[in-house]
């Protein structure tokens, strides 16, 4: 499931499945915090939300309208918000584990999608087919 060699004394993994958000601005967004502090990234997400800082994105773009500073970017405020609420999730795992808050990065962020199920709504009205997504993050506490 992970892409990643998982060491449990360094690490700490969470994961959420069947979130109903975009796979599109979630795979967007784990391609910005890959990589950074933990509270970078959760400072991140919060700018996101309030919308100060727009999300690049770098895929299937040709529609979307620039953004100050980023190019083609948008501000996908429900995937900041279960994004921000997954990576709260392993930090509590982490300190479970007594690692170091401070020194935690983000080394793995995977999105996949999820099902598709579908939901009626009426009789008389067609259904939906709502899509969702899974989400996995592991960090390492580095020195």
Request: include cysteine; glycine fraction near 6%.
């Amino acid at each position: 499931m992970y892409n990643v060699e998982y060491n449990p004394e360094r690490m700490a993994r969470a994961c959420k499945r069947n979130v109903p958000i975009s796979h599109k601005f979630a795979r967007e967004i784990g391609k910005e915090i890959k990589g950074k502090r933990l509270d970078k990234a959760k400072r991140y997400l919060e700018e996101v939300i309030e919308m100060k800082r727009p999300v690049p994105i770098t895929r299937y773009n040709s529609d979307l309208a620039h953004k100050p500073g980023v190019g083609p970017g948008r501000y996908p405020v429900n995937t900041a918000k279960e994004i921000l609420d997954l990576l709260n999730s392993v930090e509590k795992n982490a300190q479970t584990k007594g690692l170091d808050v401070k020194n935690l990065y983000i080394i793995s962020f995977l999105v996949m999608k999820g099902s598709k199920f579908y939901r009626p709504r009426r009789r008389d009205m067609a259904g939906q087919r709502r899509k969702n997504t899974h989400i996995s993050v592991v960090v390492e506490e580095r020195k």
